[in-house]
């Protein structure tokens, strides 16, 4: 089915691991981004990009790397986990990167301890 | 002050009821508003999508902007247990900017 596929959908790492969290989407969109979501927060952007090659940071960056070596894919990976960093994230894509069109994964429960 | 302020506490109705949320934004760059439906436990899906101010409807939904508010709405007609979700309502400010800002969301439950 097409869409935005994240894996894994449940991860407990321990404090100062590393992991990568991967987003892949087959619907050819050139726009990606990551959100973390958090009781109370509302879904906060962490890193975004606009094509394979191009990434931005986003309003909570800190603790987050992102790449974007082809159109499919866009991996996050934490660097080293704080608990701060347990919360729901969500890979979502868009064509237009109008929000008209934007699609989200499924989410990863992340929970660092 | 946060860009968008939707007050997130819960709501309940009665089945049938009509549903009304509401977003207020201090960016009047903003020009792209939208409001998604989360279900517990899954992705925000997108719901309603509006560019200029006035109404929009789709079946049993309306969406509603006002940018010299600065004040968006949703409303949901006769209103049914699978409404019970989470509403979020996203904004952003131009035609290929890929940054979104959310509302917390508003949980809402419609009781049988």
């Known amino acids: 089915n097409a869409g935005v596929t994240q894996t894994p959908k449940f991860q407990v790492l321990k404090t100062g691991q590393s992991m990568t969290l991967q987003c892949a989407q087959d619907?050819?969109?050139?726009?990606m981004s990551w959100y973390r979501q958090d009781p109370g927060m509302g879904l906060r952007l962490i890193h975004y990009?606009?094509?394979?090659?191009?990434?931005d940071q986003g309003e909570v960056p800190n603790g987050y790397n992102v790449s974007r070596s082809t159109t499919e894919d866009f991996p996050l990976r934490l660097l080293s986990a704080a608990p701060s960093q347990t919360s729901v994230y969500f890979c979502?894509?868009?064509?237009?990167?109008?929000?008209?069109?934007?699609?989200f994964g499924s989410g990863t429960r992340l929970t660092v301890v | 002050q946060k860009e968008v302020e939707q007050d997130p506490g819960p709501l309940s109705v009665p089945e049938g009821a009509i549903v009304s949320l509401n977003c207020t934004y201090s960016?009047?760059?903003?020009?792209?508003f939208m409001w998604y439906r989360q279900y517990s436990r899954k992705g925000p899906e997108l719901l309603m999508y509006?560019?200029?101010?006035g109404n929009k409807e789709d079946g049993r939904f309306t969406a509603q902007v006002d940018k010299s508010s600065k004040y968006i709405s949703l409303f949901i007609r006769d209103s049914q247990p699978s409404d019970s979700a989470t509403y979020l309502c996203?904004?952003?400010?131009?035609?290929?900017?890929?940054?979104?800002?959310f509302g917390k969301g508003n949980q809402v439950v419609v009781i049988p």
């Open positions: 979502a894509s868009s064509y237009a990167g109008t929000g008209d069109g934007y699609t």
């Open positions: 619907m050819n969109h050139e726009y």
């Open positions: 990009s606009v094509g394979a090659g191009i990434t």
């Open positions: 960016n009047s760059a903003f020009q792209y």
């Open positions: 509006t560019y200029s101010s």
């Open positions: 996203a904004m952003t400010l131009k035609r290929g900017n890929n940054r979104l800002a």
